[in-house]
């Protein structure tokens, strides 16, 4: 059942009043603040055990909102806007000059989107004719509602499990659609260098070129080279807590065999047949296409980190520009995950 009415107002309130709040949205679900409130946004932070120079991106509920956000904004963004909002494209653009340094982690930069979820926009347009919270900014700090480096929430359950009471209010809005994060895209280089694609989503570079005629540049992963920090950018991300390792599909089956050869239980993640030799009882098996497995992924990962066995395998995902936001996803799952979670050391 989606949510009433009275569960919007009530979030409303409870925004306003600087709480927390969670809701769904296209991609995973949010874990939300007022962003132009300090004190609320250092509650997420403190919630999901977030470094402090980690940014947030603002959520906002159109484009007409987005000059209270930022300044300079060149017309690649407005077209982008008018081609994929609402929807899962976050834009970095030069911060104007009312938006908070903890939004930001301390950067000059702020990351910007309207996500297209009913209820996310339910919730943003009722945020807005409510006052739209300190300043009238509208704006709703919404990073995925889980505890930091961990997998996305894609469920309210999710939600539930991993932040309890920490969280106000959760509000469901069922199973989300596209099932990984936006894509994010730098627009505040100089004039004449190309925009950066700061992380991969179900919105494609191509996309991007035919609505503003150049190709994004893909950043390099940890690169020091002057690009904005932003979500999700971290080499340990959207990682269970047990270990987890990627494994080419020929080699899934050997693998397995060592591992039960060895006394040890593992569990598979794939999107092809398994061979009838493989024995398992924890296998999932995905769509083999990058949407259907994007939407399924996050649950997946969650299901089988709750079943006590001692290494996730998964199946490697075809190397094509259609897979890239997913094998983004999976690299980074697999170089955080079984470690501790150490906001102060993943830091860098």
Known sequence: ?????????????????????????????????????PLAVRRIFAAKGRPADHPLIVHLAGGGCLDRWARDIPASAWELAEAFWPGPLTLI?????????AVTGGQDSVGVRVPAHPVALALLRAY????????????????SANRFGRISPTD???????????VSLVLDGGRCQVGIESTILDLTRDDGEPPRLLRPGRVTPEQIAAVIGVLPETATPQAD???PRVSGSLAAHY????????????RLAGLVDELRQAGRRSAILCHSELPGGVATPAVRKL??????????????????????VDLIVVEDVPATRAWAAVADRLRRAAVGAGQKQDPA???H
Not at 287 to 308: C, F, I, K, T, V
């Open 287 to 308: 769509a083999a296409d990058p949407r259907g497995y994007a939407r399924a992924l996050y649950a997946a990962l969650r299901e089988l980190d709750q079943m006590a």
């Open 128 to 143: 807005a004719e409510a006052g739209g919270g300190l300043g009238g900014m509208c704006g709703l700090a919404a990073p």
């Open 1 to 37: 059942m989606p949510p009433e009415q009275a569960d919007i107002d009530r979030a409303v309130a409870l925004l306003q009043a600087g709480e927390l709040v969670a809701f769904p949205t296209e991609t995973v679900y949010g874990l939300a603040a007022d962003a132009a409130n």
């Open 93 to 101: 653009l030069k911060r104007a000059g009312a938006v908070p340094t």
């Open 239 to 250: 990682a269970p807590a047990t270990p987890l390792r990627l494994v080419a599909s020929a």
């Open 345 to 347: 050391r993943s830091r």
């Open 156 to 166: 309210a359950a999710h939600v539930r499990e991993e932040l309890g009471n920490s």
């Open 225 to 227: 080279d002057g690009a």
